[in-house]
């Protein structure tokens, strides 16, 4: 995976930022799926794929208007931007200064280094995994639109939590009868390389055997059969899921003939005091 990962930088330069990849193609290629390079891209560059090739193009752009050999025309033109105006705005939002400035001063101008991914083992731990195979089955809880945080407490997420009367958990907690059992943490509905902001569906609540009757107030997320990953973790909340979730990306994913499949996260905690948790992180996955 990590060879996949810097072959697909390579095109990226190859082909010039400004160019479309065939991302789809490329994975094909490679023995994989877009959907898992993108988000083994996205955890381990920290950012998606989408932004990346924006910033390559704009550190491209802007050491070319630094030389003022080209007109901003042209630069746009050749960064493959229909107008100026529209070339500006993507100049601005990752230089925080306008074409024009970057042209007649130089600077400053933020770089966007070409990544390159290693995979280390220095200091690494194992992981607590167990591959577990599941029949159909429905999440049903209470769902909200919220935006992604990739670090952190999420608010949004805390909130809608809050909102849930004490005696609903009670009743959400006695009609779960499939597993993962118990009360569940699920975010769905996201782009494979979605960016800090993005919207997704999270949903709280339980799993369900599919012949069992979901009351009519309740929304729902229908799961075919299939393979899921199973990570443990015992830590600070939220850090210690958060940091799982990358080490899936950076350690497991690349070592195991697994791979991600589009579908939810479902987190389910065994223990949580508030900044504490034990729980465990369900991610659905496909043999590689």
Not at 107 to 119: A, E
Not at 149 to 155: A, K, R
Not at 158 to 184: N, V, Y
Not at 247 to 266: C, E, K, M, V, Y
Request: hydrophobic share 40%; proline share 8%; with cysteine.
């Amino acid at each position: 995976m990590i060879g996949s990962l810097n072959a697909l930088v390579d095109l990226v330069e190859a082909e010039g930022p400004a160019e479309g990849i065939d991302v789809a193609g490329f994975a094909r290629e490679h023995g994989t799926t877009e959907y898992h390079l993108r988000r083994v891209f996205s955890a381990l560059a920290g950012m998606p794929l989408s932004e990346y090739v924006r910033r390559r193009r704009m550190t491209l752009a802007g050491a070319e208007l630094a030389t003022g050999a080209s007109s901003l025309l042209e630069v746009a033109v050749r960064h493959g931007y229909g107008s100026v105006e529209a070339f500006g705005r993507a100049f601005r939002a990752v230089h925080g200064i306008s074409p024009a400035d970057a042209r007649r001063d130089g600077g400053p101008l933020r770089t966007q280094p070409t990544l390159r991914f290693r995979l280390s083992v220095e200091g690494s731990t194992p992981m607590d995994v167990t591959i577990t195979h599941q029949p159909t089955f429905t999440l049903a809880g209470h769902a909200a639109e919220v935006p992604l945080i990739h670090e952190g407490v999420n608010p949004y997420i805390q909130a809608h939590i809050a909102a849930i009367p004490p005696e609903e958990h009670e009743r959400l907690k006695s009609l779960g009868d499939a597993e993962p059992s118990g009360i569940l943490a699920v975010t769905a509905d996201i782009a494979p390389d979605a960016a800090e902001g993005e919207a997704l569906t999270y949903l709280h609540g339980v799993a369900l055997q599919p012949t069992t009757a979901v009351p009519a107030d309740l929304d729902t997320l229908p799961q075919e059969q299939g393979a899921w990953a199973v990570f443990a973790a015992r830590g600070p909340f939220p850090e210690t899921l958060q940091k799982l979730w990358a080490a899936t990306a950076a350690d497991w994913f690349p070592s195991n003939p697994w791979r991600l499949r589009p579908g939810p996260s479902i987190v389910r905690y065994l223990e949580f005091t508030g900044d504490f948790a034990s729980c465990e992180l369900w991610l659905p996955v496909e043999q590689s």
